[in-house]
């Protein structure tokens, strides 16, 4: 049988229970998980693409009255040309640090003929689909709930459930009796899935808002693959170029003109497979040289991560991964470069014997420090030129179409990021590290950075020079992106104890025991 890496995030649960913060979480999911769940669904059920001006700003305002109902100063900053940013705080008298709590309630565009539900209809299921889970009824109150259940729904896992999760901490906290330790800023981004274009803006208008911020708290991302709770330094920055070739000036009928005209989709694949080798290393000159190395603490703690490659490869049916034998975490310290579309013609059903005039790729850069977005453009516009390419930046002329043999046209990212990270043993982040293994013991896993990228990294470790951790809460397996996105409902749980240990951490950062 195949094997399955995402474990039940229990093994630690024996060390949670001596933790006060961690009970009064547990007491409160008990007592309240169908509530919670039907809080959530509720959440979930607003369409959020950042484009949807209307929509984007319900979820906002629901998100502004969930948490100014349990005492948060909450407001809506505003940016022009953005949606708001859901800001709230909660002063602690006394507090020495501050702690700002950073998600985002937008989500990726869906499509909705490849989702097997609804995308803004939550449906729970028993166990998770590609493991033959089955729909089930949502839980009445006093029911009991089961772990390995799921939601599906498009940001169910990104980025909706650590707000869910922190709102059901703060109920568990305030019935329980127990105070927070910091005081609590809260930053919900609303365009993160659109490369949040505006964060700095925000962060730059609303500067004394944050200025007091001791350590930025980055709720978005998965956990390790194994199921064990994650803390990331850093996020991988990103860009993207579209690439249009060029054929005839119209589409062509294939037995009247195949073997005559150029096929645009036969010269954009010999072009995209000049780019990487026959095991996926980049072969653009200069791509791998403005990598900055890390450092030999974090080598160390690279080595401490758990080796799971064979039993991944199994989960992804892959026979082989890209590179020379690196793990997927020594992978991720090299930028990639991958194709996230491509299109010419159609194909099934709808497949005609027609030459398309015209075939479009669509890539992606995921960056690392040291690597600038606009140079890495640069460099694959010079290996372009290199393979015999005239370069246009709008659709050719028939002049033009007549001069060069080989167009393309190139689209380039313009809101592209570098990385950022933040180092591992700085001192304001070590008594965060502290808690968390204080609840966790020796199953937490440390990672130099994640394999995502969020704008919001650049921002305040670059621009504002404070440091931050993503703190990630969700299953490894949640089709976040994609159709049919998830959460396993033991994950939604983990997320409420780990934010209940975040807001009681002591001043020493030593976990409270009984």
Known sequence: MKKILLLCLLP?????QTNKSVQASRNWINKNGPAIISSYAELLAMPNNAMDNVNIRKNAQYIQNMFATRGF?????EVEGAPPVVYGEYKVLGATRTYCIYAHYDGQPVDPTTWKNEPFQPVLFDQAMYKGGKPIAFPKNGEAVNDNWRIYARSASDDKAPIIALMAAVDALKTAGLKYTSNIKLFFDGEEEAGSPHVGTFIKNYHTLFDDVTVWLLCDGPVFQTGDPTLKFGGRGVTDMELTVYGASRPLHSGHYGNYAPDPGFMLSQLLASMKDEKGNVIIDGYYSSVEPISAFERQQLARVPNIESTLKDDLALNYTE??????????????????????GNVGALARNVIPNT????????????????????????????????IVYEDPDHETRMKYPKIVKVDRDKHGF???KVSMDHPDILPVIESVKGFTGDKLVLLPSEGGSNHIFEVIFDEIKKPGISVNIVNHDNNQHAEDENVRIGNLWYGVDLMCVLLTMPQTGKVVKK
């Open 12 to 16: 630690f649960i024996g060390l949670a």
């Open 73 to 77: 100063a909450m407001q809506l900053l």
């Open 323 to 344: 590179g020379s034998g690196q793990t997927l975490f020594e992978r991720l310290l090299l930028p990639s470069l991958t194709v996230k579309g491509l299109y010419a």
């Open 359 to 390: 075939a479009v790729a669509s890539l992606s850069m995921r960056l690392v420090k040291g690597n600038d977005p606009e140079k890495m453009l640069d460099l694959v516009e010079a290996h372009i030129r290199k393979q015999g390419w005239h």
């Open 418 to 420: 570098p990385a950022a």
